[in-house]
């Protein structure tokens, strides 16, 4: 089973897709992951990710189509992925068909998540994490212990990242409609998007997942 998961920042697509792929027991593949184990290996795609990134570049279409080429087919994979941050345009779409297509295992469903941008925003500025080692919390759904310090690092206080300030989630939202919408409607038109709320309680957004998803199970 070979899933997509789509939505914009803080609708809890890492979350979700991390309790599918746990219970399914397929790879759970997103590009944050995929660059920093690539990077970390030093593999030529990775090298070559990592100077884009250095002069603060985005990694192009070629590059990140190679790393999830790579990535999906490690033994992990095997069984089913859920994909989360990729694609992000109609091309990359078109790429991971041509790729899967070519394996003879077509992509099975993608699944959209979604939420008010207002819900969004105060998920997202609830977000902070620790400066040592990077553990997010959130205020809202998952604090630490005390709600200012880092459980792992008691002395540490947490901070808010400078991208999950209310304004800059509202931009970054922005850019996501401007960039991946058309990619739920060339999914849509295809008959291949399920639509998932994104709000209430974690538990049942996961119900829905699973119904989605189910639609087109194995």
Not at 44 to 53: H, N, S, V
Not at 110 to 129: H, K, N, Q
């Amino acid at each position: 089973m070979q899933v997509v998961l789509l939505g914009p920042p803080g609708v809890g697509k890492g979350t979700q897709g991390r309790r599918l792929a746990s219970d399914r027991g397929w790879a759970l593949i997103s590009t944050g992951d995929i660059l920093r184990d690539a990077i970390a290996k030093g593999s030529p795609l990775g090298m070559e990710a990592r100077k884009l990134m250095d002069q603060g570049m985005l990694v192009p279409d070629p590059v990140m189509i190679g790393l999830v080429r790579e990535r999906t087919l490690e033994p992990d994979a095997r069984e089913g992925f859920v994909l989360d941050g990729f694609p992000r345009t109609v091309p990359q779409a078109d790429a991971l068909d041509a790729i899967l297509q070519d394996r003879g295992r077509p992509l099975d469903v993608v699944v959209a998540l979604t939420a008010p941008d207002g819900e969004l925003v105060r998920r997202l500025s609830a977000r902070w994490e620790c400066p040592v080692c990077r553990r997010v919390y959130n205020a809202l759904s998952a604090p630490s212990r005390d709600g200012r310090h880092c459980d792992d690092h008691p002395e540490t206080e947490l901070r808010q990242r400078v991208d999950d300030t209310a304004e800059t989630v509202r931009r970054r939202l922005e850019v996501y409609r401007e960039q991946t919408a058309p990619l739920a409607d060339h999914y849509r038109t295809q008959g291949r998007l399920r639509e998932v709320n994104g709000t209430g309680p974690q538990d049942h957004v996961y119900g829905a997942l699973m119904a989605a998803v189910g639609t087109n199970g194995h």
